[in-house]
Structure formats: structure tokens, C-alpha cells
């Protein structure tokens, strides 16, 4: 196991900078994912770590080494891929095998090392199938048993859930969590699903245009975005963001476009006139006659809570409710955001109030 830490790393395709001077530090053990929008320079990040892209600038130190100019095989780590790249010629225990033999390890040790890694992964009756005989998920578990027998300082996985079937990606996630928990293997995760980072990570660290938006544990950005981005990603269903200006009263009121007016929380630097964006989240919206009128749109049952769409005015916004309501399309229902838990940024700049 090891520490990683970033130090104002860069990335440049010619005269196209992808990865913009990113400073970040991975403790011994830790498990980290790296989400954003496509096209964020997650991946590209990753493969930096992993050796597979040149370091334009900065360092990277794997280890307590700094491993910029160092072969990927040179950087005691091990990578898991979307796409498994397994060996179609080979058996399951030859593929987990292969990189300890190029290395010269005897016959026995592989074969123990192996033997080993499909015990924790639930792969030894299938170890003298062929990649062709199995199923999508036990594929994806060689490649992680080839991961494990390397026994790496790190483990990197660039989105390996991502070719799987919706039920299959819910258990995968459980067996890598418990695997982490087993190896305590510092492990760098990269996904574009932020369900899949919420449940794994011990630290999120949030993507957009080749910068860090934010880093921290998951229920801390889902609790406290620092802006305006972090809030909009995190969190499914989304946040809803409503923008308008604030008027001056009793309390404090967002004033928008098609006139809609909400109370808002007392929070410093509100002044009146300001352009902000208010956000609250689908499961902290009360049924209240005090909330604005909103017309339902579509009501979607799914057994432990109720997501309701509506209309107020020109904006969409979407509910979630955990206990039981009788809500139908076209019913008048006032909304009123829960402001204990409200959230709010400059539109401007996409920064954080309070």
C-alpha cells in the first residue's frame, strides 16, 4: 500500500491543455473516484498515474517516489480495465497469472498467488475456463483477480462496471467495496456514475474542464456543494436550481423571471439585488400551503418513495417522497423547499453562500 500524491499536474496535446495544474493528495489505503462529465479529464488523469500518458508537467509520487519518468511496470501498480482485456487463449488462472510469469516468478508462487485471488473473488471452480465461457461479471472479476495477484501498491479501475447490465453493476459495486475492505489497497476509481462513487469512495473528488470542482468525502459533497457544478452532479435525482434575484422583506425572497417568488434563509452577504441560484434537493421539498402552486406532471411510484415531477411557473421541479402520497397528473400541490437544507450560489461566479 502507498500513499499518491499530485502536484500540480498538467496535460498538453500540443497546444490543447486537457489536465490544468491539479494538486491532490491519496492517503495509504484510501479509495478515491474520480467522476465528472465526459470529455473532464478523468480518465486522462488516471492513465497519468497508471504511466500511460506522458506528465506534461508537475509530479506524481506513488510511494513516497516520484515516478514521473518510470515505465508503468516500474510503478507497483495495477490497473483494471472496461473492457477486461483478457486473453481469449488463455484459462482464468493463466490470465490472472500471466504478468507474474513475464516477471519470472516460479511455477508455485503463481499457482498460490492465483489460488489465492479466486478464493477471495469466487473464482476457483472456474479456473480452467476460457474468457469466451463466462459471464460478463466473472470476467470482470479475473481482471481484478490479475489485479490482486500482482499484489500492487495501487489499484486503478478506469469505469470496469460500465459494460454491465444495471443488476450486475449493483452487485459488482458491493464485491469491489468488500474487496477494498478486505486489502485496504489504495485504490484510485474512475466512473461516470456518481451513484457508483457515492457508494464506493471514501473521498470524491469532482471533475469539470480538467480542474478539481471539489474533493472531499461523499455525504460532504452531497451535503455542502462548494458550487454551483458540484451541486448540479452530485445527487440522482438532481438538485433543482432555480435562479432569480434577491428582494428585500420580512425574509429574504427569490424573485424570477416569470415571477414565481420563494422564501429564502437568512444567510450574510445576501443583499437584495444579487443574482443567485437557489437549490434544494427533490427529498427536501414539503407539501406546505405556505410553497409556491405547482401542477403535477408525472408521479413515478417505485415502492420505497415517490419521485413527482411539476410545473411552477416556467420551472421544472422534481420531488421525492418517502412515505406514501396520493398525488395524480394535473393536481395543483404547493411545493415549499425544506430551507434548513437550501442551498446558495452566485450565478455569476457558481460560488457558495454560507
Not at 3 to 17: A, D, F, P, W
Not at 101 to 127: C, P, Y
Not at 132 to 138: I, M
Request: glycine share 10%.
Amino acid at each position: 500500500m502507498a500513499t499518491v500524491e499530485i502536484r500540480n499536474m498538467l496535460k498538453s496535446y500540443g497546444s490543447l491543455q486537457v489536465i490544468h495544474g491539479i494538486s491532490l493528495g491519496i492517503e495509504d489505503g484510501e479509495f478515491v473516484a474520480f467522476v465528472g462529465p465526459s470529455g473532464c479529464g478523468k480518465s486522462t488523469l488516471l492513465r497519468m498515474i497508471a504511466g500511460l500518458e506522458e506528465i506534461t508537467g508537475g509530479e506524481l509520487e506513488i510511494g513516497n517516489r516520484v515516478v514521473n519518468d518510470l515505465a508503468p511496470k516500474e510503478r507497483d501498480i495495477a490497473m483494471v480495465f472496461q473492457n477486461y482485456a483478457l486473453y481469449p487463449h488463455m484459462t482464468v488462472a493463466k490470465n490472472m497469472g500471466f504478468s507474474l510469469r513475464l516477471q519470472g516468478v516460479s511455477k508455485a508462487e503463481i499457482d498460490e498467488k492465483v489460488r489465492h485471488a479466486a478464493e477471495i473473488l469466487g473464482l476457483t471452480h472456474l479456473l480452467d475456463r476460457h474468457p469466451r465461457h463466462l459471464s460478463g461479471g466473472q470476467r470482470q472479476r479475473v481482471a481484478m483477480g490479475r489485479a490482486i495477484v500482482r499484489d500492487p501498491q495501487v489499484f486503478l479501475f478506469d469505469e470496469p462496471l460500465s459494460n454491465l447490465d444495471a443488476k450486475l453493476r449493483v452487485q459488482m459495486r458491493s464485491e469491489i467495496k468488500a474487496l477494498h475492505q478486505r486489502l485496504k489497497t489504495t485504490t484510485v476509481y474512475v466512473t461516470h456514475d456518481q451513484v457508483e462513487a457515492m457508494t464506493l469512495a471514501d473521498k470524491i473528488v469532482v471533475m469539470n474542464g480538467g480542474r478539481v470542482e471539489q474533493a472531499g468525502p461523499p455525504l460532504e459533497l452531497y451535503d455542502k456543494p462548494k458550487t454551483l457544478f458540484v451541486a448540479g452532479f452530485i445527487g440522482s435525482p438532481a438538485m433543482n436550481l432555480l435562479q432569480g434575484e434577491v428582494r428585500a422583506g420580512d425574509v429574504p425572497w427569490l424573485a424570477m423571471e416569470d415571477g414565481l417568488l420563494l422564501p429564502l434563509p437568512k444567510v450574510p452577504g445576501l443583499q437584495p439585488g444579487r443574482k443567485i441560484t437557489f437549490g434544494f434537493r427533490p427529498e427536501h421539498i414539503l407539501i406546505d400551503p405556505a410553497g409556491i402552486e405547482t401542477k403535477v406532471l408525472v408521479v413515478e411510484p417505485t415502492g420505497s418513495e415517490t419521485q413527482v415531477s411539476a410545473r411552477a411557473g416556467q420551472h421544472t421541479i422534481m420531488a421525492v417522497f418517502r412515505d406514501r402520497v396520493d398525488l395524480r397528473p394535473d393536481q395543483k400541490v404547493p411545493f415549499l423547499p425544506d430551507l434548513t437544507r437550501a442551498h446558495m450560489f452566485d450565478t455569476a461566479s457558481g460560488g457558495r453562500f454560507g
